[in-house]
């Protein structure tokens, strides 16, 4: 499967931006799904999952501001974010939660006034 996130950008602390993630080449629809981040030097990490019955979960930096949706028959993923802070800058990727796929380059946010 390929993955490709789009969607980010430069937005002010308090701003809104709405990730999108298109896979092509597998069965989106049978396989939990989650939008993970890298900060710069640091470890990436899951910030929010989606099971095939749309069950959610955030971590706990997260929550409360950020929300995970997919629409299996678009094969898309999206991420909602609200009320973004300097700490939510990163690279933002789009994976299964299990079998990963390879990652791909992801797409930039960064949150600065």
């Known amino acids: 499967v390929q993955l490709q996130a789009s969607g980010g950008g430069l937005v002010q602390p308090g701003g809104s931006l709405r990730l999108s993630c298109l896979a092509s080449?597998?069965?989106?629809?049978?396989?939990?799904m989650g939008w993970y981040r890298q900060a710069p030097g640091k470890q990436r990490e899951l910030v929010a999952q989606?099971?095939?019955?749309?069950?959610?979960r955030y971590a706990e930096s997260v929550k409360g501001r950020f929300t995970i949706s997919r629409h299996n028959v678009k094969n898309a993923l999206y991420l909602q974010m609200n009320s973004l802070k300097s700490e939510d800058t990163a690279v933002y990727y789009c994976?299964?939660?299990?079998?990963?796929?390879?990652w791909g380059r992801g797409t930039l946010v960064t949150v600065s006034s």
């Open positions: 080449g597998g069965d989106f629809s049978v396989n939990d």
């Open positions: 994976n299964r939660l299990r079998n990963l796929a390879s």
């Open positions: 989606i099971t095939v019955l749309a069950n959610t």
